[in-house]
């Protein structure tokens, strides 16, 4: 990878390749954009009226959005009149995020190298993809292209599975999930906004979310998850034919055809330190 630029320094226009990138990011979201557009969850109206209040988040401010994806964060953040830079480095998400978004700035990066002027933005934020990131290199570059007093919120949807669907939906997962696993729960991201000085310590709100889906929907929500439309195709098979078992059997077990997702949603914020 080429080396990050110190803060204060200007970084070159031209974008990262996207071969150094996770393989995982790459084959497992482009394969699985649809799904993802479909069945991922949206973000409540609190959780944006949150950064209204924290941030005065509105016209005349600018935001970066790390890790775009298909837009769902993006809607919201369109909706409080500020300028919205949305980085997104697959072009499989880039083709739905800009469908989905018309008119918002659409830019071909990553979260570590997003090529934005020193000192031009008022927040940044990352929704579902802080672990997908080098932490340290990506706090280097908020701190570049923040302005004084500008702050960072992560935000994440964290899937709740409870009760007997739950138990098997993790066992299910479990077998099929990859050894070397960034996944959001490891909190390894948190780690370099405790290691870096330039930001104050992380602060979290928390709001609550819920999704109800027919068994069509639950297996696409399954599929939008990296490391399922990343697996080889035959295990890709057995994998949707055991979830498909499992619906089916909670379905009998509690006489519908619905099923419900719930969410503990949690936005980890701080602003840079300046002092």
């Known amino acids: 990878m080429a080396p990050t630029a ?4 200007r970084k070159s226009s031209r974008p990262a390749p996207l071969r150094s990138l996770d393989p995982r990011v790459v084959r497992g979201f482009s394969r699985g954009s649809s799904a993802y557009e479909r069945a991922r969850p949206d973000y409540p109206d609190e959780a944006r009226e949150f950064l209204v209040r924290t941030f005065g988040l509105g016209p005349g401010k600018t935001v970066a959005e790390i890790g775009a994806g298909t837009g769902k964060w993006t ?10 830079l949305a980085v997104e480095p697959l072009a ?17 990066r990553r979260g570590e190298e997003t090529g934005l002027p020193e000192g031009s933005v008022d927040l940044v934020t990352v929704a579902q993809a802080m672990h997908w990131l080098d932490a340290p290199r990506a706090l280097q570059e908020f701190r570049r292209i923040l302005r004084p007093g ?3 919120a992560i935000v994440y949807n964290e899937r709740r599975e409870q009760g007997v669907r739950g138990r098997r939906l993790r066992e299910l997962m479990d ?10 729960t490891n909190g390894r991201w948190k780690w370099a906004f405790q290691e870096d000085p330039s930001f104050a310590p992380l602060r979290l709100f928390r709001y ?3 999704q109800v889906f027919d068994k069509a929907g639950m297996l696409d929500r399954y599929r939008s998850i990296s490391f ?3 697996l080889p195709p035959t295990r890709q098979r057995a994998f949707f034919r055991q979830l498909g078992d499992l619906l089916d059997e909670e379905a009998v077990r509690t006489k519908s055809e619905s099923y419900t997702l719930h969410y503990h949603g949690k936005i980890f914020w701080t602003r ?3 002092e």
């Open 92 to 108: 499989a998400m880039r083709r739905k995020l800009r469908a989905a978004v018309p008119g918002v700035t659409v830019l071909a």
């Open 228 to 230: 399922v439309s990343a």
């Open 175 to 184: 077998r099929y999930r990859p050894r070397r696993s960034w996944e959001y």
């Open 6 to 9: 110190r803060p204060g320094h």
């Open 75 to 84: 809607r919201q953040l369109s909706k409080t009149g500020a300028e919205v």
């Open 272 to 274: 840079r330190n300046d």
């Open 150 to 152: 500008g702050g960072v």
């Open 208 to 210: 609550k979310n819920r």
